[in-house]
């Protein structure tokens, strides 16, 4: 009876330690089979979406994390970097990444991870053409005015000097004979030296050309350098306080915009990144305010008529954004960690940002 009793209960343990292990079992393979939601906006170089298949920076890192924790995971396509980050706000993703910049402000609605790299704010602008510059400066307002002297003081020396040698001209010539030799050795400075004039009037007549033509030419290669000189201040973008009169564009919703708002800056206002390097590109406005990575990566892309002016600014961390409290912070930051360590991480960045 005993021996019943004890095989009973041993029967019943086994039976409850095999229903505990098959529940723990299907837990777990449930958890394994769990799909992370993760969502994405697209915005060069971190997201690219094309023929149905997502790449870039982000992409790549997030793959990499994955890998490290054995995710599964969908991408979920969000229409805007607003639309992005109400999904963790509201927790209707597990994670959002691309090009999500930590603030304070954020950080008050949502968690982070810690920053996938360190970024900034750069001005863009298009390469100043040299040879265009000057010949604009050629064309100094006072080019007319000098012009009109020289033809003046020309056509006076000229005169001056026929009447002046004019008694010393055996061959007795007509005006316009006379007016052509009196204009070579004027223009020529009496032959090169070899035809001065004798007289006191063709002498008085030529110096004076001379000295008129030398101050009309300094006068001239003076404007000309100031002409220059101005073009290069007006021009000049060294920081973001030389940008504040000129058209300068922004993203809607960025964080380049915010910026320029904050130093009471206006704004041209695009939907669409590309355009507005294109606008750039053609001069209908003078620069672009944008993240430092996709500045770089654009003209890295083959764009050469695009090129930086100053200085990173308004430095800023990125990450991946999860919603309040998710236990997947500690995880990803392990991940990050990691990749660190093997130099994952550096190939990735170096893929993307050159």
Known sequence: MKKEKSLHKSLCAFIVFLCGGMLMWSEGLAQEREILQVTVAEKEPFVFFDDGE????????????????NWDYEYKRASSLIELLRTQRNATA??????????????????????TFDGGLQIVTYKKNSLRIFANALKTPELGFLAGVLAGALLLATHGLWL????????????????????????TLGGFGR????????????????????????LYVASVSSALTTVKISNAINTYH??????????????????????????????????MYEDVTLEIIDAAIS????????????????ETAG???????????VPIGSQLTLEINTALNELRKDGEYAEIYGKWFK
Request: hydrophobic fraction near 45%; glycine fraction near 8%; aromatic fraction near 10%.
């Open 54 to 69: 997502y790449s870039g920076f982000a992409i790549d890192l997030w793959d990499a994390i994955a890998q490290k924790n």
């Open 94 to 115: 597990d994670a959002a990444i691309g090009d999500v910049i930590i603030t304070a402000d954020r950080k008050e609605v949502m968690d982070f991870s810690e920053p």
């Open 164 to 187: 002046g040698e004019r008694s010393r001209d055996k061959k007795k010539k007509g005006y316009v004979a006379s007016i052509g030799g009196a204009f070579w050795e004027i223009v």
């Open 195 to 218: 035809l001065l004039p004798q007289s006191a009037m063709g002498r008085f007549s030529l110096l004076s050309w001379m000295f008129i033509a030398t101050a009309c030419l300094l």
């Open 242 to 275: 030389d940008i504040r009169t000129k058209n300068v564009g922004a993203l809607k919703g960025s964080i380049a915009l915010e910026f320029m708002r904050d130093k009471g800056m206006d704004a041209i206002l695009y939907e669409d990144q590309k355009q």
């Open 291 to 306: 993240d430092v990575e996709q500045v770089q990566h654009e003209i890295s892309s083959g764009n050469q008529v695009l």
């Open 311 to 321: 200085d990173v600014f308004s430095e800023r961390s990125y990450g991946v954004a």
